[in-house]
């Protein structure tokens, strides 16, 4: 199910390559659809077989994505029941993956965990930007949405966090390469997490003494870190002590 007109081909090949036969998108699904679609599915085979039946939620809204993941649970009807997963623009599972491989290279590299460590998130106002700061702030980081437009719209993406998760993230102003100078300087992890194609942080701005990790979830060049290579693992930086993890690196966990 996605509230978009077009089904993302690479949600469509998620759930083929998870072992389904068969794939049905549903596009354009408003919130107050779900419930029907998915009683559809659960009284259309008996309770036992439920489990040939997979709801898949898609689209690249990651709050409205768990509302339609919630509208889904409640629509069932014990027995009739079928599995759901949600995961807009494979966004979940990224950041996941993502917060993994920073966590374990903090470990093996420095000796450190992630709580209480500083993160900087930029590419904050996007999907995968929002899922991995839930999910470092979840884990105890101390993390800072970018925003690459100013201030306003991380503003009422932490306030929703907030509102939401229960998790308390800051907010900065990204919007000038002075700014994201000091931002870059004033935290110990760095993660990219903009959209295709488009860099975040010059090589020039890799120079804090705090920096422990940089990394980035974008394969398409150029990188949203420059200079860090898409197939990095822990290679390290020219920041004094920082090590790099790329997009291929964090794409193998997560597949």
Same mark, same amino acid.
Do not use: Y
């Given at each position: 199910l996605t509230p978009l007109k077009q089904m993302s081909p690479f949600d469509v090949n998620m759930a083929l390559d998870a072992g389904f036969d068969a794939v049905v998108p549903y596009v354009d699904v408003g919130l107050a659809e779900v419930t029907g679609l998915v009683q559809d599915a659960i009284f259309s085979r008996p309770p036992d077989a439920g489990v040939d039946t997979g709801i898949? /939620?898609? #689209?690249?809204?990651?709050s409205l994505a768990l509302d339609m993941f919630d509208a889904a649970k409640k629509a069932m009807v014990p027995p009739f029941q079928v599995s759901v997963f949600a995961d807009p623009a494979g966004s979940f599972t990224t950041a996941a993956a993502m917060v993994a491989k920073v966590e374990k290279a903090l470990e093996?590299?420095?000796q450190r965990a992630l709580r209480d460590t500083r993160v900087a998130v930029f590419g904050a106002t996007g999907v995968v930007g929002f899922c991995t700061a839930v999910i470092a702030a979840g884990e105890g980081a101390r993390v800072t949405l970018v925003g690459h437009d100013g201030i306003e719209?991380?503003? !009422?993406? =932490? $306030?929703?966090?907030? &509102?939401?998760?229960? +998790?308390t993230v800051d907010a900065a102003d990204g &919007? &000038? @390469?002075?700014?994201?100078?000091? +931002? *870059?300087?004033?935290?110990? /992890?760095?993660? =990219?997490? $903009?959209?295709? #194609?488009? !860099?975040? *942080? &010059?090589? $020039? !701005? +890799?120079k804090g003494n705090d920096l422990l990790i940089a990394a980035d979830v974008n394969a398409v060049p150029p990188a949203g870190i420059e200079g860090l290579a898409v197939n990095a693992? #822990?290679?390290? +930086? @020219? =920041?004094?002590k920082a090590v790099g993890i790329g997009p291929l690196a964090i794409g193998n966990v997560k597949y």
């Open positions: 898949f /939620i898609a #689209g690249k809204d990651a093996k590299k420095f719209r991380v503003k !009422q993406i =932490a $306030a929703e966090i907030e &509102s939401r998760f229960h +998790l &919007s &000038s @390469d002075a700014r994201k100078t000091k +931002l *870059v300087e004033a935290n110990e /992890i760095i993660l =990219a997490c $903009a959209k295709a #194609g488009v !860099q975040v *942080v &010059s090589k $020039a !701005q +890799l693992n #822990g290679d390290p +930086l @020219d =920041a004094a």
